[in-house]
């Protein structure tokens, strides 16, 4: 037996989507902030990432300076000489911007 309900039965049916896709609606509305911070959140974990390895980076050369200085008595006279230390007898010369200088560039 198949009765037609008519217009009531159609109405309905739409009705209840309409109110379900609202529902969605809301529910998408309602996460929004939400969602939008924890976008925020992974940039922020990217920056962050880029920079631990970068410091990562920086830590490792200084590792290799530094076990270059415990290990490399050639490494250590040329920072004692940057340093401006010498052997005996030697005499150091220091090549600067003086007055001097900068008056006979002009």
């Not at 924890?38 to 974990?45: F, G, K, L, S, V």
């Not at 010498?86 to 560039?105: H, Q, Y």
Request: net charge positive; proline share 3%.
């Amino acid at each position: 037996m198949n009765v037609d309900l008519g217009i009531w039965h159609k109405l309905t049916r739409v009705v209840i989507f309409l109110l379900l896709v609202s529902y969605a609606l809301l529910v998408f509305v309602w996460y929004l902030p939400v969602i939008q911070q924890n976008e925020r959140m992974r940039q922020q974990i990217l920056l962050l990432n880029a920079e631990v390895a970068k410091e990562k980076e920086a830590g490792k050369t200084l590792q290799l300076e530094l076990d270059a200085l415990r290990n490399d008595p050639q490494a250590v006279e040329l920072l004692a000489r940057q340093l401006g230390y010498a052997k005996p007898g030697e005499t150091i010369l220091r090549f600067g911007n003086s007055l001097t200088n900068r008056l006979s560039a002009q």
